[in-house]
């Protein structure tokens, strides 16, 4: 019997500011991340939620 693996992810959540966007969101990528939702919050702020493949 053969055993399947599973992959795991890591989560961060992070406030991203309303002037950096997209910088913020590249240094994320480069780190690995994914995008999964950006969510404003109670202030109006943006609140980004990302994940990647944890190691092995």
């Known amino acids: 019997m053969t055993q399947s ?3 795991t992810w ?3 959540v992070a406030p991203i500011p ?6 913020m969101l590249n240094n994320f990528g ?3 991340w994914e995008l999964v939702a950006i969510h404003t919050n109670a202030q ?4 980004a939620f990302l994940k ?3 190691a092995a």
Do not use: C, F, M, P
């Not at 309303?18 to 910088?23: G, K, Y």
């Not at 109006?44 to 609140?47: A, I, M």
């Open 44 to 47: 109006g702020g943006l609140v």
């Open 30 to 32: 480069q780190d690995g």
């Open 10 to 12: 890591e989560y961060q």
């Open 18 to 23: 309303l002037h950096n966007e997209a910088l």
């Open 52 to 54: 990647r493949q944890k």
């Open 5 to 7: 693996s599973s992959t």
